[in-house]
């Protein structure tokens, strides 16, 4: 079974996106990015939207019914690799041992100019009845 992942407000809905799919005890998040709920960049630079992208993350885990620390592998794309130590800063802030398998990789550009950090991941869905 296959069950979209929406969160409110959802800014992929235009894009025919998906915030999420949850499938057989998965969550795979698309990535988020430092945009506030009005669809604009946080102002602040590369950790203000790396804080934003990862609170992004957050929510979209909690949609699908999982958390930060569910996470088992995570995408981290960004415009500029010398903010690598700004990485491993938010990696610090928002996960805990054990810590997520990872990928951090410069790319030429995301979907706005504007946008510096984007993260994908996904995670294991707790089993409500604790099984």
């Known amino acids: 079974m296959i069950e979209r992942v929406v969160t409110h407000p959802d800014p992929y809905e235009p ?16 990535g988020q990015a430092g945009a506030g709920d009005n669809g604009k960049m946080v102002p602040g630079g590369f950790l203000a939207q790396g804080r934003q992208a990862f609170a992004n993350l957050r929510r979209a885990l909690k949609a699908g019914g999982a958390s930060l620390k569910d996470v088992v592998k995570v995408t981290i794309f960004v415009t ?7 990485v491993v800063t938010l990696r610090r802030e928002f996960f805990s041992a054990p810590y ?32």
């Open 15 to 30: 894009f025919l996106l998906s915030q999420g799919i949850k499938s057989n005890g998965w969550l795979f998040i698309s």
């Open 80 to 86: 500029d690799m010398g903010h690598f130590d700004d």
């Open 100 to 131: 997520p398998a990872d990928t951090i990789a410069e790319i030429r550009a995301l979907y706005t100019p504007e946008a510096m950090i984007e993260i994908e991941a996904i995670a294991v869905v707790p089993d409500p009845g604790g099984r």
